[in-house]
Nanobody, 115 residues
Framework: QVQLVESGGGLVQAGGSLRLSCAAS????????MGWYRQAPGSQRELVAV???????DYSDSVKGRFAISKDSANNTMYLRIISLKPEDTAVYYC?????????WGQGTQVTVSS
C-alpha cells in the first residue's frame, strides 16, 4: 500500500526558506512520477513542481527559480526546497505520486508566509 507523509511546513517570514519532505512507503520514489501541489484558501489545487522517473523536472512559472524538487532514494523521500518565500506562497502543500494508473496524495503540510 502506497503512503505519502509530508512534513516541514510552518510559519516563515517573507524572504525566508523552507524544505518540505514527502516520505514514501510501499513504492520507490526514484521510479515514479512525483510532484508537489499547493492549495491556497479559496483556490484550486495547483501543480508547482514535478519530477519524472528520468530525473527531469518541471515547474510552474510562478515558482521557477525559487522552488527546487529533488528525491533521495536512500531515504525514499522527495523534497521541495523553497527560497525567497512570498506571502502568496501561503498554502497547504501536498505531494503526489502517480503509479500504475492511480494517483496517491499525502495529507498536506501548511506553509504560511508573513509579510
Amino acid at each position: 500500500q502506497v503512503q505519502l507523509v509530508e512534513s516541514g511546513g510552518g510559519l516563515v517570514q517573507a524572504g525566508g526558506s523552507l524544505r518540505l519532505s514527502c516520505a514514501a512507503s510501499g513504492t520507490a520514489v526514484s521510479s515514479n512520477v512525483m510532484g508537489w501541489y499547493r492549495q491556497a484558501p479559496g483556490s484550486q489545487r495547483e501543480l508547482v513542481a514535478v519530477m519524472y522517473s528520468t530525473g527531469d523536472t518541471d515547474y510552474s512559472d510562478s515558482v521557477k527559480g525559487r522552488f527546487a524538487i529533488s528525491k533521495d532514494s536512500a531515504n525514499n523521500t522527495m523534497y521541495l526546497r523553497i527560497i525567497s518565500l512570498k506571502p502568496e506562497d501561503t498554502a497547504v502543500y501536498y505531494c503526489n505520486l502517480y503509479l500504475s494508473g492511480r494517483t496517491y496524495w499525502g495529507q498536506g503540510t501548511q506553509v504560511t508566509v508573513s509579510s
